[in-house]
């Protein structure tokens, strides 16, 4: 496999002239300790405004000085004040797009602004953020573009219903058998991304709707390197995974046709 | 072919093609979207009035009934019609997204921005404000 060094775009030293503003420097220029790379924390929130303010607390308490980004994907209740006035930046989304598209936002921000690290993770709560240093300690290490957390690689408190399972195990094992490495949690929206990574997801080949174990796929397929580390999960109790219902039918069938196709298309390594 | 149903498939050519000219004329249709309408109705159309064109097309997809190939066609070009809408919205929804996208990301940096301009320290840098 090709070997790739991550290396910080001319452009961002650029910008740190121009915007010499203390609120800019320390939304978007400046990294989270001394000595550290630029990195910025993406959150996709849809009518979360009872649990993003504890998710932004317990953020900023673990993982200090790290800027925090909420895309409000559309929400009818008040998740863009509350993110606000716990310090987070809010992108709000005119209505609701989905969650790819919102973490695909989060990811064309720090793409433009020119981020070295992007951790995303859930707002409600599922993530636990005393991992966030994990994923950033090990998606900084050389091989790796993205660090993919994953709730089954540690017996953890994670329970979930059979059918979710069996499909986070299917799935997984697809990607496996495509991408030549163990993948346990396909779905996990968990993830630290690092330079091109970011770029590529910030790029045409993003899954729109919600991406998966086909995202993990052409991220391998264009040479992108993928690890994945334990982390703990918790279940959600009042929130219904978007892996439910009505849905559980059109996720199935699009993840298979999406895989295959994703199998099918030419890829130009760059 | 029945002489009834002919003249009715007639009628209903004509009326499309000349419904969709109007549209066109409103600009209620754009012309790239009455394209598809266009060929779908005068196609039909010269199978209605032509009792020889019907007899070579039936014999050619081997339609036994005469009424049945204008069925037939009928329904093919309203797939290629529907598939063509399907490929366009596609287009659309991702077209869209891409400006929900930039609408959602412009929209912070202008909050951004104004918040700087209303901060003491750069108001008091008169240089830079009056050139604003």
Redesign the interface.
Known sequence: MKTLSYQVPQSSLKQTVILE????KT??IKGPLKGHPKTLIIIPAYNEEKNIGAVLETIQKKVPGIPILV?NDGSSDNTESVARSHGA???????N?GYG?AL??GF??AA?KNYAIVIQMDSDGQHDPKNVKDLIEEVQKDKVDVVIGSRFLESGSYKSSFARRAGIIIFGKIASIFCGQKVTDPTSGFQALKGRAIHFAASDHYP?DYPDADFIILMHRHGLRVKEIPVIMHASPDKESMHHGHKTIYYIFKMFLSIFVTVLRSVSKR | MPPKIQIISILICIFLVAYVFELVRRKHLSEEYSMGWLVTGTSMLALSVSEGLLKWVSELVGATLFTSTLFFFGLLFLMVICLHFSIRISALT?QV?KL??S???L??EKK?LE??IR?P??QSDSSNMEQL
């Open positions: 503003n203390d609120e800019f939304t978007f895309i930046n809010v992108i709000s989304l005119p209505y797009s598209v695909q936002t064309i921000f433009r729109p | 991702n997204r929900t996208q609408i959602g990301i929209d912070l951004t918040s700087q901060q320290t750069w």
